[in-house]
Each structure stands twice: as structure tokens, then as C-alpha cells.
């Protein structure tokens, strides 16, 4: 019998050696988030089951485990690979929701921020100092996880638990996908 190793690299620090700045909110319109994230999802072949690792890997990021504490969901060294860190232990849900916010912060904060801060490296906090990236890239993670059209039939036909169990995504999640498409639970 073959055992599986986990590989639980260190976390880095939440200031290293070389400058670094928060995400800049990039201050999208909910239209401008849903489309991105469509274009994303189709550019990096998020589909019902493809591994994380996949999607990352056509994203051009990394993906690391860290034991607690981790305060870092997605670090952008100047001069290396990009890596989401996800904590262990955890939840495949909780992945893949932090997985796509980090996708979120890649794609909708990368360039501005890099603009305005140049010879910065990023890095994308759980506990970030303002909220308003970190709020657009999950809005970008619920939009990329779960499809506008998918969202709603599921949505229609059991609510918010049917929905968590078709893209394996906590109910908490889904929620906050049902209130930017102005939805709500009646049933």
C-alpha cells in the first residue's frame, strides 16, 4: 500500500526582505466581475471536475499548504511563481472558495497594483488591512466557481443546497453568489 505524503511547506513572512503592498481595488462594476470571471474560467479550463492544481497550473500560479498560522492566501514575489497558500488542515470547499478568491486577486488586482506600486512584490492577506479587494476577488471567486447559468437552475430547483453540493462549495458561499445576483432563499 502506497501512503500519501503531503508536502506542508513554511509560510512566509507576512514582510519579507524586499517591499511589498496589499492588492489595489481595481473598483470593477459587478458586470465587469462577472465577465472576467467568465473569461477566466474559460481561459484556465475551470470545469466540474478538474483539480485545483490544474486550474492554477494554466493560471500560472502555484499551490502550498502551510500549517497555522498562515496569513498569506496569495503571495506575488517580484521575481518567482505566484503561490496561493491554503492552510492545513482544511476543508476541500474551503479550497477551492480560497483558491478562487486568490484567482480573484491574480486577475482583477495583478495589473493595477503592480502600476502603482513598481518594485513591490504583492501579497494577498486573509486578514487584509482594507476589504475592498479582498470583497472583489470573492465576488470574482463566487462568479468563477459558480457559473451565472448553472447557479440558477440549481438555485431554482433546491436552493442554497443543492447549489453547495453541485460545485462543492460551503452554503455560506453559495449565499453570497445568490445575493450578488439579487436572489434569496424562500423555500
Known amino acids: 500500500m502506497i501512503k500519501f505524503v503531503e508536502k506542508v511547506a513554511r509560510m512566509p513572512a507576512r514582510h519579507p526582505s524586499y517591499p511589498y503592498v496589499e492588492p489595489v481595488s481595481a473598483c470593477p462594476t459587478p458586470l465587469e466581475i462577472e465577465v472576467l470571471a467568465d473569461g477566466c474560467a474559460h481561459e484556465w479550463g475551470c470545469r466540474r471536475g478538474i483539480s485545483l492544481d490544474e486550474i492554477c ?3 500560472g500560479v502555484d499551490i502550498e499548504y502551510s500549517h497555522y498560522p498562515n ?3 496569495l503571495e506575488i514575489p517580484l521575481e518567482a511563481q505566484p503561490v496561493i497558500w491554503l492552510p492545513r488542515p482544511s476543508r476541500k470547499r474551503d479550497d ?17 497594483t503592480r502600476q502603482a506600486n513598481l518594485g513591490c512584490g504583492i501579497q494577498a492577506l486573509y486578514k487584509p488591512t482594507s476589504n475592498q479587494a479582498r470583497e472583489e476577488a470573492r465576488a470574482f471567486g463566487a ?8 447557479f440558477f437552475t ?4 433546491g436552493r442554497s443546497q ?3 453540493d453541485h460545485f462543492d462549495v460551503p452554503t455560506e458561499f453559495v449565499y453570497l453568489r445568490a445575493a450578488s445576483l439579487e436572489l434569496r432563499d424562500t423555500g
Open 57 to 59: 497550473t494554466n493560471a
Open 71 to 73: 496569513e498569506i492566501m
Open 96 to 112: 477551492r472558495v480560497i483558491v478562487a478568491t486568490a484567482l480573484g486577486h491574480w486577475a482583477l488586482h495583478l495589473e493595477k
Open 143 to 150: 462568479a468563477f466557481l459558480m457559473p451565472k447559468d448553472t
Open 154 to 157: 440549481f438555485w431554482s430547483e
Open 162 to 164: 443543492a447549489v453547495s
